[in-house]
């Protein structure tokens, strides 16, 4: 049987707000595989998982159904299911875009890198390091 955990150590591992963990199940995008008797919510490793690639799709600009269809993606493949070639295919298309994604964001990050250097060349004399 696989380990359960609360909601609060699943938003610490994952760096997910507690919130935002709530709305994944409430919209059914990450629900828990369990609940407790008490009603909490109860994650897997497996759940954990899957959060950490909305986690990193978030950023990306990825829509909620676009999240769900790359879960849905993925189990596909995984599975060797029906639908397996429609499955890959979405999953090369969110790849392109993450590598689209992360060319835009490596240059603004060089931007912002460059401005501050410039900001720091250009300080007062009595606040520079």
Known sequence: MAAHMQIGEVAER???????????????LVPPSERSAGGFRLY???????????????????TLDEMRRLLASLDTIDSGGDGIEEAGAFVDECHARAEAACANLRKKLAYAEELTAVLAANRHPSRRA
């Open 14 to 28: 994952t760096g997910l707000s507690i919130r935002t963990l709530r709305h994944y199940d409430e919209v059914g």
């Open 44 to 62: 897997t490793d497996t759940d954990v998982e899957r959060l950490l690639v909305i986690r990193r799709m978030k950023p990306l600009e990825f």
